[in-house]
Nanobody, 121 residues
Framework: QVHLVESGGGLVQAGDSLTLSCLAS????????TGWFRQAPGKEREYVAAISWGGSVTEYADSVKGRFTISKDNAKNTVYLQLNSLKPEDTAVYYCAAGDSIATIFASQYWGQGTQVTVSS
């Protein structure tokens, strides 16, 4: 069982940066791949980034590649998403999720409650 709690969202201006955190409970969290997703008003939830359980593999959606960085600290049971050069279109609720592998994260039962990121122009 894994319980996820996101934090770090807020209201920023275009071009600013934010760091989102996903704190997990559960002794086996270090064995899970973790991903970040986002959902804007009126749109479907979309994939943003993912990291393998050991942290050696990272993947990004084309829309955030080069601007966002995902990282993981297994000792702290935390996954981070560094958001740089934010754009108004990055405005969304950001969710983290954990799964057995990067490929299965979206279908996982382990999701956080989300944190709001709002980027003003």
């Amino acid at each position: 069982q894994v319980h996820l709690v996101e934090s770090g969202g807020g209201l920023v201006q275009a071009g600013d940066s934010l760091t989102l955190s996903c704190l997990a409970s559960g002794r086996t969290f270090s064995r899970y791949a973790t991903g970040w997703f986002r959902q804007a008003p009126g749109k479907e939830r979309e994939y943003v980034a993912a990291i393998s359980w050991g942290g050696s593999v990272t993947e990004y959606a084309d829309s955030v590649k080069g601007r966002f960085t995902i990282s993981k600290d297994n000792a702290k049971n935390t996954v981070y998403l560094q958001l740089n050069s934010l754009k108004p279109e990055d405005t969304a609720v950001y969710y983290c999720a954990a799964g057995d592998s990067i490929a299965t994260i979206f279908a996982s039962q382990y999701w956080g409650q989300g944190t709001q990121v709002t980027v003003s122009s």
